[in-house]
């Protein structure tokens, strides 16, 4: 079992749907939580981070941790077509970026 | 305006010819990483450094060499370059290694032929 699973995608939702992006992981010592961002021909951008469980808010998007379920989640409200990009999961257990384990990525297309 | 500044954006070279990509970042970060980036296999760590004159080995440094003389530079060096280097390229950096989040360049599409 990889230690970190993204659904492969690619995901096509049209202009104000509420997008919902998953990971699974393996490794229960994981407790640092991102989200990156990738537009095409650019590199990849920090979009939220958070630690072990919970919620975390910054405007239309959500980042959702469940430790219980080794299971992360980024809903995005409202879509817009500048949204559609490359959503990596990454994941570290000891706050440390040497140690960063990174999904391999969902290509969403928002469809005005 | 704080950046990672990768070069050459794209490459395409020859099986067996030595080449350096170069990354640089003005943010004064400690540490800096490799990464390559391939279908179905995502990101992946080649090398990092903690600081200067600091390197290790991420997951897949074979073939890969680097070097940190000075803060803001962290080139990566293929001697021999072979077919399956054939990737894209990111640096990035962050203030030290135990912060969260990195900054990325922009990339470079390497093909060796």
């Known amino acids: 079992q990889k230690e970190v699973e993204q659904d492969p995608g690619p995901l096509s939702v049209p202009e104000g749907a509420i997008v919902s992006l998953n990971c699974t992981y393996s490794n229960s010592a994981f407790q640092y939580f991102m989200w990156y961002r990738q537009y095409s021909r650019k590199g990849p951008e920090l979009l939220m981070y958070?630690?072990?469980?919970g919620n975390k808010e910054d405007g239309r998007f959500t980042a959702q941790v469940d430790k219980s379920s080794k299971y992360i989640s980024l809903f995005i409200r409202d879509s817009q077509p500048s949204d559609s990009a490359t959503y990596l999961c990454a994941m570290s257990n000891s706050g440390a970026n040497s140690k960063l384990t990174f999904g391999k990525g969902i290509t969403l297309s928002v469809r005005p | 305006e704080a950046q990672v500044t990768q070069n050459p954006r794209y490459l395409i070279t020859v099986t067996g010819k030595k080449l350096t990509v170069t990354c640089s970042q003005n943010?004064?970060?400690?540490?800096m990483s490799w990464y390559r980036q391939d279908p179905g296999l995502g990101l992946r760590q080649i090398y990092y450094s903690m600081n200067v004159e600091v390197t290790d080995k991420g997951d897949v440094p074979e073939g890969y060499k680097v070097s940190r003389k000075e803060k803001r530079n962290f080139p990566l060096i293929l001697e021999s370059p072979s077919p399956n280097q054939t990737s894209l390229y990111f640096c990035?950096?962050?203030?030290?290694?135990?912060?969260?989040?990195?900054?990325f360049g922009s990339g470079t599409r390497l093909t060796v032929v």
């Open positions: 958070t630690y072990s469980s």
């Open positions: 943010m004064n970060h400690e540490y």
């Open positions: 990035a950096s962050s203030v030290t290694w135990e912060s969260l989040g990195y900054t």
